[in-house]
């Protein structure tokens, strides 16, 4: 099964055609910031997490004369499709059900063959997340996601599809020739997106957890972009240094302590300057303060003007905290 936003473009295209053909020199840059603006207004909605109101019913009618109807109520109502593999929550009010569950929703769900349960949040350097499988045998599996293949083993590398919509607006921005540094790159759906989508002269991606670099060598070959992105196996402390000056832009998607590697990220940036898209977590109440706080003290350190281009929520990080994007140009290096 392959996720994209095709829908939504197909909804967008008729409500802008006629704004697009009446002005065929519409800059490219006013273009790619219309549609991202757009795209947002779709940010909660994800053909990868299964929290429809048919689906849902779907689940619930399986599980009619299964599972008393007070315990219903506490069924968690959207989970996680990667693949062929479901990841869902089991509440402590149904933990005597979750196989009942699990079961049901395999059957409803054609094409899932395994379902997993999270144990808990994701933990460590490598950002993993224990997982107990109650259907199935195997965490690993192909998961496609507009017109991209990625191989992955949920239980050993960190992947989110909830991040689609995310990967495409940052593809978005890529200006053809550029050269773009991901770090924290996983199996490498960022820098896959970015190199299948536009035309960059090089994407480095760069990498810790050696299962995910595996997968994200295997990813790029599969993908056939291995003449343009570049897969570095180490921490990013260390290995940066080897791109110091090199890059047009650098996407940073890693939210805790993120902040920690952004002297690197404007060390990384070409003389000239450069973007950098810097992700961070905040309390609903102020969302983008201190991410604007700790740039604006890394800019000062690196010598470095900054201007922040966009502002955007990304997705929930735990009750009423989100990932946010700060997407930032940085001047020439003084």
């Known amino acids: 099964m392959e ?5 939504s473009y197909s909804k967008l295209a008729k409500g802008f055609r ?5 002005n065929v020199a519409l800059q490219r840059d006013r273009c790619s910031a219309y549609l991202a603006a757009k795209l947002q207004d779709f940010n909660r909605q994800s ?23 007070s315990k219903l109520a506490f069924l968690r109502t959207g989970f996680d499709i990667i693949g062929d593999v479901a990841v869902i929550e089991i ?12 079961k049901a929703l395999a059957k409803v769900q054609p094409h899932i063959k395994t379902v997993c349960r999270k144990l808990g949040e994701r933990e460590g350097t490598f950002r993993l997340r224990e997982l ?52 924290f790159a996983g199996v490498g759906p ?31 070959r599969i993908n056939k ?40 990220a404007f060390r990384c940036l070409k003389t000239k300057g450069g973007i950098i898209h810097f992700y961070h977590y905040a309390h609903e109440d102020d969302l983008y303060s201190e991410a604007e706080g700790l740039v604006k003290k890394a800019a000062k350190k690196a010598g470095r003007s900054i201007k922040i281009l966009a502002r955007r929520k990304v997705l929930p990080y735990g009750p009423r905290v989100f990932k946010v994007c700060l997407d930032i140009k940085a001047g020439k290096s003084k």
């Open 190 to 220: 960022y820098a896959i997106m970015i190199a299948k989508k536009q035309k960059p002269a090089r994407v480095y991606a760069i990498e810790i957890n050696p299962d995910a670099f595996k997968y994200m060598k295997e990813n790029i």
């Open 132 to 183: 107990e499988i109650l259907v199935g045998k195997d965490t690993r599996t192909e998961h496609r996601e507009c017109g991209c293949a990625y191989r992955l083993d949920l239980a050993r590398v960190y992947f989110s599809p909830r991040e689609a919509t995310e990967r495409q607006r940052i593809a978005l921005q890529v200006r053809p020739k550029e050269t773009v540094m991901v770090m």
């Open 91 to 102: 509440p402590e009010e149904l933990e005597s059900k979750k196989l009942i569950i699990a």
């Open 18 to 22: 006629g704004k697009l053909q009446s």
């Open 47 to 69: 053909f990868s997490v299964i929290d429809s109101e048919a689906k849902v019913m779907g689940l619930k009618e399986e599980l009619e004369g299964k599972i008393p109807e």
């Open 225 to 264: 972009v291995s003449d343009k992105v570049e897969p570095v196996l180490g921490d990013v402390k260390k290995v940066a240094r080897n791109f110091y000056g090199k890059c047009d832009r650098v996407v940073m998607p890693l939210p805790k302590e993120g902040y920690k590697f952004l002297p690197y």
């Open 3 to 7: 996720f994209c936003y095709k829908i």
